[in-house]
């Protein structure tokens, strides 16, 4: 086992050096944008951040038993900003891993073996393990979002320095990536208030009232419901959405919306938004070799083990 | 199966922190003229080290009365769908936060407007390790688009394990 894990670090060792590009820090306006990372590719992205964390605090000293796989969810849920609009994926998923069962959320909580090794440990030992991962608040940086809001963290512990070692540099992507959410909640929050949107929603409205579901839009609809619920109300609440979405007409005008106004905002963070984009996409070769090392270390590993 | 327990707080153990935040330097990043299509300046932040728990045991969440982690202020480190009895009634009241939380499970936060689901609720989040220094300087912050400042009135931990980041609402 200790000869794999050296083995990976060495092979690690190998890969960071030829990490991404260096970010381009400006962007002339007419340049046009990078694509968005897909789902998939940010999963790898995030799986190879905790990979990396994982080896940085084991250099802390901090042996960390391995975390549960992430469930995944058997199929990628349709885009759902403003409104659910795929009835279809609806009946068969409600809205996803975004709302699970009191059961799910139990098992997920009671397999926990990172959490139950934090909390084996001294006060003392775990604050050290704390300040190890996320850096105790000391050498912060921020940026102040599209919203107008200061967000900050800090630029030590093993979390920080993860994102550094995966997109290059952690600086630039700590501004480029909270900037480049920024932008999607603030033109969210816009398109909502669109008086465009907001004429839809009335029959939207109209429609879900219809089957019983008072609420005057989707995220009235959704908070009502929670994270947590049984399959069949999820289910219900879903596709009442998704139904109403389609035949009100909302759907169709959501999407013009949100494309406006997403437009509009990313002009105007234009070299934020390419240097996220550009960023995640550098980073992606090193991240799925990563997430690859690591898998085949695992199964080494356990074939190891089984014998 | 949802634990409440409320993390009692020592008010005597108020923190006098001075919020080191550094003046709004343009800290550009080798940027070069180029007007409007200079990244947004990352500056130096505050330092937050005075604040982490010090009985040893951290992990909390941390909402404070004023900008930039000052005056009364509670912590969490569980659920707490009700702020209103906590820290002598911390119901619409913060306006910095601070998720000291541990990475992995359960590490980021959402925070919530009003208690009932049927009436006006929404939400924002934090991610573990992330600071918001100042919610009255954003409008706009709730998913629904409403103010965030002096209007949270309880939280929740959960997993971000698909981190739909064109979809704030996904997650969150």
């Not at chain 1, 609009?85 to 997920?108: F, K, N």
Request: aromatic share 8%; net charge negative.
């Amino acid at each position: 086992m200790r000869r794999c894990a050296v083995l990976s670090l060495l092979l690690f060792a190998t890969l960071t050096g030829c990490g991404p590009g260096e970010p381009v820090a400006r962007v002339a306006p007419e340049t046009k944008l990078p694509r968005e990372a897909t789902n998939e590719e940010l999963a790898a992205l995030g799986r190879a951040e905790d990979i990396l964390e994982r080896r940085c605090m084991a250099d802390a000293g901090f042996d960390l038993p391995p975390a549960p796989e992430p469930v995944r969810t058997d199929s990628q849920p349709p885009p759902m900003a403003l409104v659910l609009a795929d009835p279809v994926w609806a009946r068969e998923h409600g809205y996803g891993s975004r709302v699970r069962t009191p059961q799910e959320i139990a098992r997920l909580r009671a397999n926990d073996p990172v959490g139950d090794h934090l909390r084996s440990l001294t006060p003392e030992r775990r604050a050290e393990a704390l300040r190890a991962w996320q850096g105790g608040g000391v050498d912060t940086i921020e940026v102040t979002l599209p919203s107008g809001m200061t967000t900050g963290r800090s630029t030590r512990g093993c979390t920080s320095q993860a994102r550094g070692e995966l997109y290059g540099d952690f600086r630039t992507w700590f501004g480029a990536d909270a900037v480049d959410r920024g932008v999607t909640s603030l033109a969210m929050s816009q398109a909502q208030a669109d008086p465009v949107y907001a004429k839809k929603l009335r029959s939207w409205s109209d429609c879900v009232a219809r089957r019983g579901l008072s609420y005057e839009s989707p995220q009235q609809l959704r908070d009502a419901l929670g994270d947590s619920a049984p399959l069949a109300k999820e289910t219900e609440y879903a596709e009442a959405e998704a139904d109403c979405a389609v035949r009100s007409g909302l759907a169709t005008v959501a999407r013009d919306v949100e494309e406006r106004h997403l437009t509009k905002v990313r002009e105007r963070y234009l070299a934020d938004v390419t240097n996220a984009r550009r960023m995640r996409l550098a980073a992606l070769p090193k991240a799925r070799q990563i997430v690859r090392d690591e898998d085949m270390s695992r199964f080494n590993t356990q074939k190891r083990g089984t014998r | 199966m949802k634990q409440h327990l409320r993390s009692v707080l020592t008010t005597a153990a108020v923190i006098g922190l001075v919020a080191t935040a550094g003046p709004a330097l343009a800290a550009s990043d080798s940027a070069a003229p180029a007007p409007a299509a200079a990244p947004t300046p990352v500056r130096p932040g505050a330092d937050l080290s005075a604040l982490a728990a010090a009985d040893g045991a951290d992990g909390y969440l941390y909402a404070y009365d004023l900008p930039n982690f000052e005056g009364a202020w509670c912590r969490w480190d569980r659920d707490d769908e009700w702020w209103g009895n906590d820290c002598g009634n911390f119901n619409d009241r913060a306006t910095s936060l601070w998720n000291n939380g541990f990475p992995g499970l359960f590490s980021e936060v959402s925070l919530r407007r009003d208690v009932s689901p049927s009436t006006n609720q929404s939400r924002f989040c934090i991610e573990a390790g992330n600071y918001y220094a100042d919610l009255s300087l954003g409008y706009e912050r709730f998913l629904d688009g409403g103010w965030a400042d002096n209007a949270i009135s309880g939280h929740v931990w959960f997993t971000d394990d698909a981190d739909y980041i064109h979809d704030p609402h996904y997650a969150c």
